[in-house]
């Protein structure tokens, strides 16, 4: 639910504001007007939501009072400001543009999305024959071309397939969390190998977030970028040359100022 929303439903996010403490106690007249997009902030403020005034998932299970330690919370951000020497309002702003938003599914397995043509390359440049055989063989997890995808669970199934085939081409062929990070930058972002880097994916979002902050301050243009918030070279760096074409830097630039409005911009030093 977000601000322009009426109805039964923000009645009730209304009243469970007000049980939660909200200053000054809001009129559930059912519309979701500025005071309750304010009250929604102040309670993602305290209970470490990324407080962008959307009531979403998170936010609803926190004021049913629901925990889960696996969510990202406002210290991962004060620790990832920290390491790469820029606001929490910076770092706030990209994971709320740059995110798939959570990063585990309801059954508790990272949120992935499986790459054939990535699995098919990382094969070809060993073994050619052998890439071939299994592009064949199993064409949804071997492949020349891109997609197959099923999303959800089922990139799961397709991973564990792939894993059969060759458990460490696999891994690196899959994207992670929430950031969608592919395995095969483990390396690069210092993990002793790709298992290692899965298997810090699979902890918790927090964790997750680190691998972001590795990403990033691996690339120097794009730490940079980021400390100038200068989010037309991030934007083009992070997501390709079409990031004008989806947006990406208008978007970043309008949630920073949004975040900037909720948390300050005080810059930290970098770790």
Known sequence: MRIGDTGEQVRLLQQK?????AKPALEPDADFGQKTKDAVIAFQRRHG????GVAGPR??????????PKRID?????RAAQQLGVSVAAVAAVAEVESAGRGFLPNGLPIILYERHIFYRQAEALD????????????????RRRGGYTGGAGEHHRLSTAKSLDPFWAQEACSWGMFQI?????????YNSVTAMVNAMSQ???AQLDALVKFIKADKKLHQAMIGKRWATFARIYNGPAYKDNLYDVKLARTFDHFKSVYGTDEKAAA
Do not use: R
């Not at 936010?59 to 889960?68: Q, R, S």
């Not at 406002?74 to 004060?78: G, L, Q, T, V």
């Not at 050619?128 to 492949?143: D, F, G, H, L």
């Not at 592919?182 to 210092?190: S, Y």
């Open 49 to 52: 939501i990324s407080a962008i």
């Open 74 to 78: 406002h210290a991962d951000f004060e």
């Open 182 to 190: 592919m395995g095969f930058h483990w390396q690069a972002l210092g």
């Open 128 to 143: 050619s024959e052998q890439a071939n055989s299994w592009a064949a063989k199993y064409p949804n997890v071997c492949n």
């Open 17 to 21: 504001l007000n049980t939660a403490g």
């Open 59 to 68: 936010t609803m299970a926190a004021l049913n009072g629901l925990t889960d």
């Open 204 to 206: 918790s979002e927090g």
